[in-house]
């Protein structure tokens, strides 16, 4: 069965350093998406992308992150300058076109020190 | 604006049914069903689109109304399996990015 995948599955940074989040959405797949979930906390979005550009991006995706798909099959969120406040679990997903469930990898736990 | 669910959680013994609801202040397109298990990803369950449908699958349905702008998540004849935290997720036409809710936990006891 075609899957999301992430990596890496957890990456420790240190305060201030640029870290760079993988994800292979499924192949077919034409919208993706960045999410976040702190620790205990809901699921929120942080931006979607669609024909190489950015569709849409929610208020917590400010300047210092960044996402690119650099391939055909790579699709990458960058986040400048970390904060202790970044840590948190970074989920990609994917969906096709139409009205379809959005597949979700089984994420990167990012922890900022 | 994120849909608003209710209960916060749920306690249930093996057996006994639950639903779980979902509501927002926004007119809806879709209402997606996720759940979550400790330290893994949301797994998909069900998508309603507009047009007031109830869905299926095993034990587990869902309805949509449109008008009430909610959607109801039904789980009969709970199981140990069920346990975890369920989110909505709402959109307003067809791939737009999910706003979730903060979530059900449920738990299941033997």
């Known amino acids: 069965e075609p899957e999301v995948t992430q990596t890496p599955s957890h990456q420790v940074t240190q305060m201030g350093q640029e870290v760079i989040l993988r994800c292979v959405p499924i192949s077919n797949h034409l919208y993706f998406y960045w999410y976040r979930q702190i620790l205990g906390q809901k699921v929120e979005f942080l931006v979607s992308f669609y024909n190489n550009e950015i569709s849409e991006k929610s208020e917590i995706f400010d300047d210092q992150f960044s996402v690119e798909r650099p391939d055909g099959s790579n699709f990458t969120l960058k986040i400048r300058s970390t904060k202790l406040e970044d840590s948190a679990m970074y989920f990609c997903?994917?969906?096709?076109?139409?009205?379809?469930?959005?597949?979700f990898g089984q994420g990167t736990r990012l922890t900022v020190v | 604006q994120q849909p608003v669910q209710s209960p916060q959680a749920v306690i249930l013994r093996e057996g006994e049914d639950a639903v779980i609801n979902c509501s927002s202040s926004?007119?809806?397109?879709?209402v997606h069903w996720y759940r979550q298990k400790h330290g893994e990803a949301p797994v998909f369950l069900m998508i309603l689109l507009k047009g007031g449908e109830q869905k299926g699958h095993d034990k587990i349905s869902a309805s949509f109304n449109e008008k009430k702008q909610q959607s109801s998540l039904y789980l009969t004849a709970s199981q140990l399996s069920y346990s975890g935290t369920y989110f909505c997720g709402t959109g307003n036409s067809g791939n737009t990015p999910l706003v979730f809710g903060k979530g059900t936990r449920l738990s299941v006891i033997a």
């Open positions: 997903a994917s969906s096709g076109q139409g009205h379809t469930e959005a597949f």
């Open positions: 926004k007119a809806l397109y879709s």
